[in-house]
């Protein structure tokens, strides 16, 4: 079975960009702040606003200026277009495909993994959760 969302992955960083702007109106560096809180890591603001002009011109997304509530320069605001709600549920069924494909991964892997506890060298008792790996661990 092949899955469209993995053949051309959509960025998750800008799935993530769609979901924050379809809550509500963000200006950049709030978008990055909220990507970094959802452990992105090496998120720049200014590949944010690199996206953000990329999504616009695809018609994904305005901009806008909104005066500041308190003593300061207008914001240079972002919210989704009709289109861009299209993408993001768009987004949402890949992601959801892509959850599908991995559940049947893990499925699969449990057949062929031996179960042992890599890190204690210990057998893992049937029914008892499996230890957290990293996909990749610095050496």
Known sequence: MQHAGI???????????LLLLAEQPRHGY??????????????????????????????LVRSFWQASQARGPARHMYEL???????L?????DIRGLIGHLN????RFVTVQP?????HEEPIEEGSATP???????Q
């Open 115 to 119: 179960a042992v506890d890599v890190a």
């Open 81 to 87: 277009t009709p289109g861009g709600h299209d993408d």
């Open 7 to 17: 053949l051309r992955p959509r960025s998750l960083i800008v799935a993530h960009l």
């Open 30 to 59: 709030e978008l990055a702040e909220s990507l970094r809180d959802w452990e992105f890591e090496g998120v720049t603001t200014s590949t944010v606003y690199r996206e953000l002009a990329r999504l616009e011109e695809e018609g």
């Open 132 to 138: 957290r790996r990293r996909f990749w661990r610095a």
């Open 104 to 107: 049947e991964f893990l499925s």
């Open 89 to 93: 549920a768009s987004s949402a069924d």
